[in-house]
């Protein structure tokens, strides 16, 4: 639903103002047709067979029409607004609050006096921020709510759905000691690989350090988590309760501090390890040679007696 509004103003001429864009709008005009006709088709022929068992076949076939059309037209409305019931989701919380907001103004304003107006208003509003804990709360929130819209912006302005238009689904949000942590439901065409090279793009969009993606479910890749890290927690001062039980008054060491060269163990027995001398290897004795010039067979007396264990 785009409205296009052209005027002139001060000799320039306005844009145009879109709502939901044109791509958007044709697609869900094709499925709110075929939803329209799968839906009273099917409802139509099931209540013509029931009608069929009671009356004579064409007031059954009447009957199915008139039950058909009736359920084919309301899947049609629902496919055809789908877009804006869309919108109004990513647009419900901001919604909600205002419209609690304007009510808890008007009845305040008329049961109570002005004096009296003014003075619940200041507190309201005074100890919030009065309070650091209520007003980093308060900020937390609010930041969750910015994050929806800027992750919103990002999947409408770099990174590419599907080929109707269709935008992921953006759940909802919430505070975490870091940043923010957003669920989303991814369609058709996307994945966590597609949006893991564009993070550095999505914590440049959402005013953050860095954004991590990870699956939600092992059951369902489409439903992914996005963890916007704006601050490090890691490097901030912790109060520990040791410190309290440290006496203030107790007189300091004037010792000096020595720092020791070398490692020194008095009273750790070292055990002395004593290598075994190496014998001298025995000289070969001098070969003979017989007359015809062979070797003489070796004598079994003078060989050394081996232990047939260890050829075995």
Known sequence: MSKSSPR????KTTGTVTVIEARVHRSSARNARLAFVLTAVVVGVLAAVVAASYWHPIVALIVGALVGVPCGAAAWLLVRVWPVLRL???WSTEVLLSAGLLTGWVQLAGHTPMLVTLLV???AVGVPA??????????AWAWCLI???RLRVCFAQFIIANQS???PLILWAKPTPVGERVWVYLRPGLSVKDLEGRLDKIAVTCHASTVLIERATENNAAYVRFDIKRREVLTANVGSPLVEAIDRNAPVSASPLTVPTALDLPDVDAPTIT????SKPAKKPATTTTANGSKPAADSSSAPDDDVSDWI
């Open 275 to 278: 290598l075994p001398a190496q």
């Open 147 to 149: 994050v929806r819209h």
């Open 130 to 139: 009065g309070v650091p804990a209520i007003r980093r709360l308060v900020v």
């Open 8 to 11: 002139r103003f001060a000799g």
């Open 165 to 167: 238009g269709s935008l």
């Open 88 to 90: 109004l989701w990513w």
């Open 121 to 123: 208003v200041a507190l």
